[in-house]
């Protein structure tokens, strides 16, 4: 269960930074980041009065931390996807968010892994670089490309940490407390700016209105599968999100995949093979 729930973390994860990577071509990253996150706000509060067992408001703390650290890092990712070079923001990022919680995993929370599902981990990683490969893009990355990326890798991984310090009853409260957070912050950058919120075209909203609904029910799946299965596994498998990204640009876009790009999805099943049999 742990591994399918992970699976379907990655998979979302990727669906919802597609869709964020197409929205922040059109318009502010900042706009992208406020709006899909009201979406997700409203429709995780619904789903947390109906799904958690109680509330705790210790845990709605841990998660508006943790989205602090999401806000910065999914601000980044969406500026870097818009921006270019992909084939470097997305290996960067994702195997940086993979690295950050694994190492908290294995060193502080005492995660221990047989030598499969060791392989697994490191299969895992080889596939989002694989996956994400994009070489002639390469020339084009600059010290400020790289650097944002890391950042946001950093931020997603510490935004894993902190959730996963909360409890599975109080699960998905704690993706309220970081909606909220950064809700709150961006709504009052808005509104010192005098900036409009809403995009006018009704494409670009119904965009973010899919960004939004699906990166947050990817961060909610996150707590499920951490509790099932540990930080380490989760956080790892979750990082194959490129591989939903890069198929969608495929099926999409028809962006054509390399034999890098092809090896990387064959790692990413090899990885979860090796993970399940562990």
Known sequence: ??????????????????????????????QVVLVSHLVGLVGITAASVVLA??????????????????????????????????GVVAPLTAITSAAVPAGWGLV???????????LGVLAALVATGLVSWAP??????????VGEALL???????????????????APWPIVGARLLTCSVLLAVFAARRDHILPSAS?????????????????ALFLYANEEGG???????????????????????????????????LAALTATVLIASG
């Open 136 to 145: 002639d893009e390469r020339r084009d990355a600059t010290a400020r490309v």
């Open 108 to 118: 502080v929370n005492g995660d221990r892994l047989d030598p499969s599902a060791a």
């Open 231 to 265: 930080l380490t596994i989760a956080a790892v498998l979750s990082s194959l999100y490129p591989v939903a990204t890069v198929a969608l640009a495929r099926l999409v876009l028809g962006e054509r995949l390399t034999r890098v790009q092809q090896a990387g999805f």
């Open 203 to 219: 494409q670009d909203r119904r965009l973010l209105l899919g960004a939004g609904l699906i990166d947050t029910t990817s961060n």
């Open 53 to 86: 067992e109680r509330f705790i408001a210790g845990d709605l703390l841990w998660g508006a931390l943790g989205g602090a650290a999401g806000g910065v890092g999914i601000a980044l990712l969406y500026r870097g996807l818009a921006q270019g070079p992909m």
């Open 1 to 30: 269960m742990a591994i399918l729930l992970s699976l379907m973390t990655a998979a979302l994860f990727g669906t919802g930074d597609f869709l964020g990577g197409l929205a922040g071509k059109r318009m502010r990253v900042l």
């Open 152 to 170: 946001a890798g950093a931020g997603f991984g510490l935004m894993f940490v902190a959730l996963d310090q909360t409890a599975s009853a109080s």
